[in-house]
Structures are given as structure tokens and as C-alpha cells.
């Protein structure tokens, strides 16, 4: 069954709250930049009169619109808000990279706390989402994500995606 046709007012209105109801029923672009985001996207918000709206992927790209580049940042900042904000005393946070003939592996590891009880934290989830969105995106389905315990106390997050230099 097709969902109705949204209106302008609408979107700017789910952009303006990033509301998540709208996940999957339009992306937003950004003339001054050319990047094109989802509805809930954290970023900056942009001046209404420079949205641009598109049903999906490919009519943003065909539009000369390019995916958020941020995929790693949210990595860290996840790392830091539930590694280190959630222990007390001495964490660990540790990036690597490496090129593996024709791709790029990242991963980020962090301590974290053995156990958790009760309740995930606000946002948890929400910058890791992001990343695997953008990487999709960006790669389709060439680029992979993953993340969750790697060990007792320790979170992986890795990215696999394609060696490109442009």
C-alpha cells in the first residue's frame, strides 16, 4: 500500500524536529553544502529556504547530491559518551586503520562496563544508526558495519568499506 504524498510544510516540519516517524519516506538536501540526509539527521540545521526534498537515494544522487561524509565521528563520540561517561577511573578508546588491497578497514574499541542494568541510556543506538545509514548510502552494498561486545568489558565497532581516493 503507497503512503500519501507528503507536503512541503510537512517535511520542514519533520526536518525541523527530526522526527523518526519519517524515517524512510523522504530524504532532505542541502543546496549550500550538496549533502543529503534523513529526516531525524543530528546535523546543523539548514535555513529552509536551502532544502531540497527527494524520495530516495538515487534521486538525490542523480540530483547531484552526495551522502553525509561523517561516518567515522559518531564512532568516537559513541565511544566516549557510553565507554567513558558510563566508568569511572582509567578507559581505553583506541582507533585503528588499515588498507587492505583494494578496502579500507576501521574499528574502534572501547571499554565499557561488564555489566548494564536497567534501562539503555538516552540515544543509545542513534550514532551507531547513523553510520551504518551513511555507510549504506555512501557504499550500498559495499560497505559493512558492526558493532556489540568483543570481549568481556570491551565494544567493537568496525567498518569495512571500499579504498577509494577521490
Not at 553544502?33 to 546543523?44: D, E, H, L, Q, Y
Not at 547530491?65 to 577511573?89: C, D, F, T, W
Request: proline share 7%; aromatic share 6%.
Amino acid at each position: 500500500m503507497d503512503r500519501p504524498a507528503l507536503h512541503a510544510e510537512e517535511m520542514l516540519r519533520a526536518v525541523a524536529t527530526r522526527d523518526r516517524a519519517y524515517e524512510g519516506r523522504f530524504l532532505y538536501g542541502v543546496e549550500t553544502t550538496r549533502i543529503f540526509c534523513r529526516p531525524s539527521c543530528p546535523s546543523r540545521a539548514a535555513k529552509p529556504e536551502n532544502l531540497r526534498f527527494f524520495a530516495d537515494v538515487p534521486e538525490a544522487q542523480a540530483a547531484g547530491y552526495r551522502v553525509h561524509s561523517l561516518i567515522l565521528q559518531p564512532l568516537i563520540e559513541n565511544a566516549i559518551k557510553h565507554g567513558v561517561g558510563a566508568m569511572a577511573g582509567k578507559v581505553s578508546i583506541s582507533l585503528s586503520a588499515r588498507r587492505e588491497t583494494d578496502r579500507l578497514r576501521v574499528i574502534v574499541e572501547n571499554d565499557m562496563p561488564m555489566e548494564t542494568v536497567g534501562p539503555k541510556p538516552a540515544g543509545m543506538g542513534v550514532g551507531l544508526k547513523n553510520v551504518a545509514d551513511r555507510l549504506r548510502a555512501r557504499f550500498q552494498d559495499d560497505g559493512q558495519f558492526s558493532a556489540g561486545p568483543a570481549a568481556p568489558g570491551v565494544y567493537r565497532a568496525a567498518l569495512d568499506m571500499p579504498w577509494r581516493t577521490e
